[in-house]
DNA sequence: ATATTTTTAGAGTATATACTCTAGGTGTCA
DNA sequence: TGACACCTAGAGTATATACTCTAAAAATAT
């Protein structure tokens, strides 16, 4: 692996586990046994490296949210779907956290998080379209199915805050499983929609995520 | 209005406008006309002015979030509670920018968080099942209630922010009003369980925060 | 082998930032 | 009037942080 691959993996890994804003560029190159010199001929600045972990995040969540090839969409897929972007999620979660800030610092990011987010809940979109299609859903307006895909948008992105804030201190430390707790509350969402014959398949597979965290949050 | 007072207003309306993250103790006491001296002799860091806001800004909310006494609960009621809970946010809008790295920074805000966030999930969860007793809902099981009261919580406190990155040009400027579309999107997650009666009263009442911004975003 | 380009080290710097310290002013109450 | 607590000014400091600059090593091409 180059250096420069090692600096954005290392970065990724430091602002993952540390936070972003504590880790300066000089945490990195040290971590890498590398100088700053090197680490900013490789880079012309910090934001630079977030863009590039950036560009890599969102290669992969688009990846993941690829409709499949010329068949009806399954009740696993669905799963799937939410498993891969959770994940995803998992492996970029320093990056939802103080987004707001990069934005401000790069237009370009901004621009191309812009984008980013309408892709992401147009993929939303057409998922729901297709459950209808397969019958797993119940067919809705434009409107509504719209406004269904932006709050499983919403409730996908900021669950990690929610843990991370909501949460005490028997379970501060939070792992990826934990994490998919979220596809729970993802589920509530559409329930109120699913056609009677799927019902219990997806309600069932729901249970696999029940959220005991809630529980031991006292909710 | 004494300099302590003076201090966490000021701090609250920098932090709001250019981001707490851009706002250093000198800046606070330079746009106040103070001297960083006299800062610190009324707080023994910044820590300790955004925990101050935050005590107001509890207060505010749980104020709030009161039950109505001794009536049932109406439809007006429900609208009420959104609009006062988004002037909150927005009155407040930087806290939950970097609402992570506060907690991290400061044990009692972040014991006290959690506890605030209990609070309001369970107010949510009281108004529920105040609708489902006055018959604006369909009684609905405790889980579901839960999750229910939970994503209505999710979508709430992160509007803003979904406003503030995935918006583009024309509406950057994000104000309170607009803010307030994030309530249409509250509606839409309670509509499944309307009661017939009540469906088109909340439906009516829910178009007056179209998101007419989802449609400049092409969502 | 030589020339040239790419990569790296590491000391160094300008600036910012949270916070301190001392001295002095101001109000209050006996 | 004097004692005393409270409040304020403002220069100053230790530290951090993003980033620069020069020179040299390593790789590559001719």
Not at 69 to 95: A, H, I, K, M, N
Request: glycine fraction near 6%; charge should be negative.
């Amino acid at each position: 692996m180059n250096t420069r691959e090692k600096i954005i993996l290392a970065s990724l890994d430091l602002f993952n586990e540390r936070g972003e804003r504590n880790i300066t560029t000089n945490h990195i190159a040290s971590h890498l046994g590398i100088s700053p010199g090197n680490l900013y001929y490789h880079f012309r600045n910090k934001t630079d490296i977030i863009y590039e972990i950036f560009l890599q995040y969102q290669l992969l969540v688009d990846h993941y949210l690829q409709a499949p090839e010329g068949r009806p969409l399954t009740v696993e897929d669905q799963f799937d779907y939410l498993e891969s972007v959770f994940d995803g999620l998992w492996s970029y979660r320093f990056f939802h956290r103080d987004l707001e800030h990069y934005l401000e610092s790069d237009e370009r990011l901004k621009a191309d998080y812009r984008k980013f987010t309408q892709r992401c809940i147009g993929s939303v979109v057409n998922i729901i379209r297709g459950m209808e299609l397969s019958g797993i859903l119940r067919p809705v307006s434009d409107h509504l199915r719209r406004s269904l895909a932006l709050n499983v948008w919403l409730v996908v992105t900021n669950w990690m805050s929610f843990l991370k804030t909501a949460a005490g201190e028997e379970s501060a430390l939070i792992r990826k499983d934990t994490l998919k707790h979220g596809i729970y509350q993802v589920i509530c969402l559409e329930a109120p929609y699913l056609q009677p014959a799927f019902y219990d398949q997806v309600t069932g597979l729901q249970q696999n995520y029940s959220p005991s965290v809630l529980n031991d949050l006292g909710l």
